[in-house]
């Protein structure tokens, strides 16, 4: 293993690392909701505004994702 493996290994155990997922409907929100109960930092992308403010606000757009999961973050 290369020395940028094991550090690259080292920071997913510490939860030092950033993850990013594009797109956030029905597959992608939960995904992202995965990365944070696990300690992760996370990034998420869309192109439609409108899921975009509704996260800010802190609300859900998807009905099997309740809204208060989004505001626990």
Do not use: C
Not at 12 to 36: C, D, K, M, S
Not at 56 to 72: D, F, K, M, V
């Amino acid at each position: 293993m290369s020395d940028r493996q094991a550090e690259f290994l080292t920071r997913l155990e510490r939860r030092q690392t950033r993850v990013g997922v594009i797109g956030l409907g029905y597959v992608g929100l939960p995904l992202i909701h995965a990365f944070v109960d696990a300690g992760f930092r996370t990034l998420g992308y869309d192109v439609d505004q409108r899921k975009i403010d509704a996260l800010n606000r802190g609300e859900s757009y998807i009905g099997h994702i309740p809204s208060q999961w989004l505001q626990s973050w």
